[in-house]
């Protein structure tokens, strides 16, 4: 069973950086396809970011411009590079990947972003 370990959250005053990770504990290159989802308190988990095997990658309309999905195959870690942080972006923030009929999520990493 893959198992996926979230990492780099943190508090961050608005207009701020952050650079999650995801490091799995298999080879990447054996998930169809990677994401990364939010949730925020007394709201549903929603779509963030996603890149697929062949290298189509898609943006919710909040985080275009913003938010770049990356995957390291040497490290294998999935990374999420995010730039003018606003406090609406204030989530757990999840990584979630397809690897064949599983569908496998992280245990989230916390980011606080402060007005």
């Known amino acids: 069973q893959v198992r996926l370990v979230e990492t780099g959250g943190g508090f961050v005053q608005t207009g701020g950086s952050l650079r999650l990770s995801c490091a799995a504990s298999s080879s990447i290159d054996d998930f169809e396809a990677m994401y990364w989802y939010r949730q925020a308190p007394g709201k549903q988990r929603e779509h963030v970011a996603g890149?697929?095997?062949?290298?189509?990658?898609g943006y919710s309309d909040s985080a275009k411009g913003r938010f770049t999905i990356s995957a390291d195959r040497v490290q294998n870690t999935i990374h999420l590079q995010m730039n003018n942080l606003r406090p609406e972006d204030t989530a757990v923030y999840f990584c979630h990947v397809l690897s064949g009929p599983n569908k496998v999520w992280g245990q989230g990493t916390q980011v606080t972003v402060s007005s």
């Open positions: 890149l697929t095997r062949s290298g189509t990658v």
